[in-house]
């Protein structure tokens, strides 16, 4: 079965707001096993919505939109589907009510604009919308089955898991299904990745291999189709045990098993605390690391010494040290972990200095300086990252993290 997405809203042509519906509706497309060969965005017209729909239903089974169906005038994405149908419109008077009485056991006076939402070409079905005012529709156009569903993600999950998915995989039950299994590396360019592993990504059909550059990390991903789950995985197994054979050490975990992930669960079986010291990365590691759940078991604090007072003041930088070596070095950020551990009471900090840019700072633009200290030593590395003030921001943060995993883990960098 191929199901097609299509999300509408001039905002996300302009970058206003990201498109994850995409994403979340194209993973939950592949784990029922579903063909999800288009993903299209369309601005708020009605013309080019109407072709979109159109054209989408004459090359997909379902058809999945997202966006369009509130209350004000840009919302124009039922009219689309009624021109698309060639099916006039027509107003639901129960609906209507459902909307006054919602309004009205909140307290609240109903704007007239909200019975734009009780609209809907002759032939649809309107589906319940737990979250909010503005139902789903459903229809078919042609041999076409039609989803319309809220923009806004907390309205659109619930109904796509609650209703869509189960709808659709109730109509087809041939479908098969479709697993990944996601290998995450560190510590290679993803063209010597894909060396490694040409001969695989060229003659793997069933499973195939993939790789995704992520924030200075490479995931290969292996993807089968097969007749059930663990039919995939038998097919994916013999790949993925020739991939971590070939890439060694290399691969650092898998699927979910993030580098903070893995981080926390190594510092809490050896019962170790773990802080940060950071300059140049503002606090990016610790809001990483505090992004996982559970966190607090390690974690307990961050120092965002971004100043040079607040280095030698919050972390006891001798004020010789860096007028010796300068803020960007590692006899620097080595005392920056030292003074955090002691002020944070962490076994384990790591520290982040450098230009990130635009201005030097006192060395090239790029150079970063990492220092970790444990309870069984100390190492700091200078670095030359790549890119804009935000990406060397973001692949230090990352750097930053596979160097404490190193030294906790006693594989302490060269």
Known sequence: MIVETLAVGTELLLGQIVNSNAAE????????????????????????ITEAITRATTRADALIITGGIGPTQDDITREAMSAAAEMPMEFSDDYADHLRRWWEDRGRVMPESNLRQAWYPVGA?????????????????????????????????????????????????????????????????????????SDLFTGSVNPTVAFLA??????????????????????????????????????????????????????????????????????????????????????????????????????????????????????????????????????????????AGPEPHGAPVGTMVIAVVTPEGAMAKTLRMPGDRERVRTYTVTSALHHMRLAVSGEWWS
């Open 25 to 48: 509706i194209g993973s939950r497309l592949a784990d029922a096993g579903f063909d999800h060969y288009h993903q299209t965005v369309v601005g708020d017209n009605i013309a080019r």
């Open 214 to 355: 992520s924030a200075a990390e490479i995931k290969v991903r292996l993807t089968a189709r097969a007749t059930d789950r663990e039919a995939a995985r038998t097919l994916i197994a013999p790949v993925e045990a020739e991939v971590r054979r070939r890439l060694g050490v290399r691969v650092f975990g898998a699927d979910e098993g993030t580098v903070e992930r893995i981080l926390l669960e190594m510092l809490e079986g050896r019962g170790w605390s773990m802080g940060t010291a950071e300059s140049a990365t503002g606090g990016m590691i610790a809001a990483a690391v505090t992004g996982v759940p559970g966190a607090s078991a390690s974690f307990v604090g961050s120092v965002v010494a971004y100043d040079r007072a607040v280095k030698e003041g919050a972390l006891g930088v001798p004020p010789g040290l860096i007028d010796a070596y300068g803020v960007v070095s590692e006899e620097v950020a080595l005392a920056m972990c030292e003074g955090a551990a002691l002020a944070l009471g962490a076994h384990v900090v790591v520290a982040t200095t450098g230009a």
């Open 125 to 197: 079905e309107m589906i319940p919308n737990p979250k909010g005012t503005a139902p789903g529709l459903r229809m078919r156009i042609g041999r076409c089955r039609v989803f319309a569903i809220p923009g806004v993600p907390a309205e659109m999950l619930p109904m796509v898991d609650g209703g869509i998915i189960p709808s659709l995989l109730a109509e087809h039950d041939d479908r098969g299904v479709v697993v990944s299994r996601v290998l995450r590396t560190w510590g290679e360019s993803e063209s010597r990745i894909d060396e490694l592993l």
